[in-house]
């Protein structure tokens, strides 16, 4: 994969943007087609990467990994991991990602009006 040159116009416009505009700030914690679904599953409460895994079969292990460090880098998500063996490993919501879910479920109902709307 290619590096991305900081110092670049698109990088200074994507900074601009996510600092002067709320929802350029949302999106750059919860954009993209994995995170809001992750999301939406870990509002049921604590739960185990194979968990997660089976609530989401389309999603490859890559990317649920990924994702999942995304999320707790943005505070959103907590890793519990217990020294315990085997590893038991949990996620669950902050309160920030708490917070968020007024936003995903209200998505959630917008695409199953939308859906129903469109297949008429």
Request: aromatic share 8%; hydrophobic share 40%.
């Amino acid at each position: 994969m290619t590096a991305i040159k900081e110092t670049s116009t698109i990088q200074e416009n994507k900074r601009y943007a996510v600092s002067q505009c709320p929802v350029s700030y949302v999106m750059g914690k919860i954009g993209g087609y994995w995170k809001p679904i992750i999301l939406y599953h870990l509002n049921k409460g604590d739960q185990r990467y194979s968990e997660l895994k089976r609530a989401i079969p389309a999603i490859t292990e890559k990317m649920l990994i990924q994702h999942l460090k995304q999320l707790e880098a943005d505070n959103l998500v907590i890793r519990e991991a217990k020294p315990v063996v085997p590893p038991y490993v949990s996620y669950r919501l902050t309160e920030a990602g708490k917070e968020l879910f007024p936003v995903i479920d209200a998505m959630a109902v917008w695409g199953l009006k939308d859906m129903e709307r469109t297949s008429v």
